[in-house]
């Protein structure tokens, strides 16, 4: 069974300053996919970005991008430029490459954007 | 617009009373989940469909129920609603295959039961 692990449960970051959010996970699978996904205050779930395990160039998606470690199995999120849209939780999420298309979340990580 | 909906956004009910969670997606997506949001905000799959006809459970034990009779619809029962249901629940959706675009997610339903 995979888990993924936020170890940080709440970070804060100047409007305009650059945050970085932390995910490791565990799983002996070697293809994979992860996920982080953005949850406004009482709105929707959206998908921030995604990295496929097999691609060593990590993802960019305008002020988000990712830092894969796979060897470390490691997969932060970096966001640049911090708005005050950007406060929400995140959570980092783990699907397996075939088979199973069931996504592993971890606790989340609450995100808030102070002016 | 392609959107997948949840009804109703918040419900409060009381102890033993059936309740359904509807959720609804227009984007033809084959694979639908729910999933249950606890107070500390982690996620817990508790069932999923891969299809018309097609239902599992998932990692995330529960009492509740689902039905997959149409592709567009995947509402969740709980016959006996207990106050250990309360809990947000999420139902999300996705294409083939969703390593691509992950899932599609509704707004929610928050559910209390007193």
């Known amino acids: 069974a995979q888990t993924v692990t936020q170890s940080q449960p709440e970070m804060s970051v100047q409007e305009a300053e650059t945050v970085t959010l932390s995910c490791t996970y565990d799983?002996?699978?070697?293809?994979?996919?992860l996920f982080w996904y953005k949850q406004p205050p009482s709105r929707q779930m959206i998908l921030v970005i995604r990295q496929e395990a097999y691609k060593q160039q990590n993802a960019t998606e305008n002020r988000f991008s990712v830092n894969f470690q796979k060897a470390a199995k490691s997969f932060s999120l970096k966001i640049s430029d911090s708005q005050l849209g950007d406060t929400a939780m995140y959570f980092c999420?783990?699907?397996?490459?075939?088979?199973?298309?069931?996504?592993?979340f971890g606790k989340g990580t609450k995100l808030s954007v102070i002016p | 617009e392609a959107d997948i909906y949840q009804t109703p956004r918040y419900l409060v009910i009381g102890t033993g009373k059936k309740i359904t969670l509807e959720c609804s997606q227009t984007?033809?997506?084959?694979?639908m989940y729910w999933y249950q949001q606890d107070p500390g905000m982690e996620l817990h799959l508790i069932h999923y469909s891969y299809g018309v006809n097609s239902t599992e459970k998932g990692d995330l034990s529960s009492e509740s129920t689902v039905s997959r009779i149409r592709t567009e619809h995947f509402p969740l029962t709980l016959e006996s609603a207990r106050p250990s249901h309360t809990s947000q629940y999420l139902c999300a959706s996705s294409d083939s295959p969703p390593t691509i675009y992950g899932y599609t997610f509704g707004s929610g339903t928050r559910l209390t039961v007193v």
């Open positions: 984007m033809g997506h084959d694979k």
């Open positions: 799983t002996s699978e070697n293809n994979y996919y």
């Open positions: 999420a783990f699907m397996k490459g075939a088979g199973s298309y069931q996504l592993t």
